[in-house]
């Protein structure tokens, strides 16, 4: 798992753009104008912020040790996941699936329908 990888995937959601709206050093990915991963490329181990609902971020934090609160916006909706090897693939897969849905539910009825 490495960050190409990780882009590849987030790009294959549609309507997803990649951009650079802090700094040169934090990957953005977007859907409607709105986030739904960062990974910020000057931490070591590698890691990925991640938009979720407050019941599965929890659920997350209290399963895998390698989840924690999220650095950005409300820590209640955002986990940082360290990719440091004991995350498997589809489980990340998974929970940037979960990230991009989240997202596109709370976008306007008229933009939700380009992204179903």
């Not at 997803?16 to 990957?27: M, W």
């Not at 000057?42 to 924690?68: G, H, S, T």
Request: a negative charge.
């Amino acid at each position: 798992m490495n960050v190409e990888s990780i882009s590849e995937y987030c790009l294959s959601k549609k309507g997803a753009i990649e951009d650079f709206p802090f700094d040169e050093e934090t990957l953005v990915f977007k859907v409607g104008g709105k986030m739904f991963a960062l990974i910020p490329l000057e931490k070591i181990p590698l890691q990925i912020n991640l938009k979720c609902d407050p019941e599965k971020a929890m659920e997350l934090r209290e399963q895998y040790e390698d989840v924690q609160p999220g650095w950005h916006m409300s820590k209640k909706y955002w986990n940082t996941v360290i990719l440091d090897g004991n995350i498997r693939w589809d489980e990340l897969k998974e929970w940037i699936d979960h990230s991009y849905d989240e997202v596109v539910k709370k976008l306007k009825k008229s933009e939700k329908e380009k992204f179903k």
